[in-house]
Nanobody, 120 residues
Framework: QVQLVESGGGLVQAGGSLRLSCAASGSFFSINDMGWYRQALGKQRELVATITSGGYTNSADSVKGRFAISRDNAKNTVYLQMNSLKPDDTAVYYC??????????????WGQGTLVTVSS
């Protein structure tokens, strides 16, 4: 099975920066899309940014210009660089990886979550 390990969360002041990492390990045929989602207290989980295996990216309007997603396929790792953080960015951030165990098996796995707290 594929497992994800997230790191990089923490407490920062508004305007600060953090870089989240998510490393995938285990057995798989290929890794496809990778992405970051977040869930604030009392709110639904929402998409933050995604990146395809070819490097195409998409991000939520609320983070455009501030967050950047990237990946290192050799390391099976996806990153989220977060700049100009706002208190509204406070949430648990989850990594998600879409992968195939076999070419016909489309699966997904979620990380354990890492807490980002932005103080005013």
């Amino acid at each position: 099975q594929v497992q994800l390990v997230e790191s990089g969360g923490g407490l920062v002041q508004a305007g600060g920066s953090l870089r989240l990492s998510c490393a995938a390990s285990g057995s798989f045929f290929s890794i496809n899309d990778m992405g970051w989602y977040r869930q604030a207290l009392g709110k639904q989980r929402e998409l933050v940014a995604t990146i395809t295996s070819g490097g195409y990216t998409n991000s939520a309007d609320s983070v455009k210009g501030r967050f950047a997603i990237s990946r290192d396929n050799a390391k099976n790792t996806v990153y989220l660089q977060m700049n100009s953080l706002k208190p509204d960015d406070t949430a648990v951030y989850y990594c998600k990886v879409d992968y195939t165990k076999q070419p016909w098996e489309y699966l997904e796995v979620w990380g354990q979550g890492t807490l980002v707290t932005v103080s005013s």
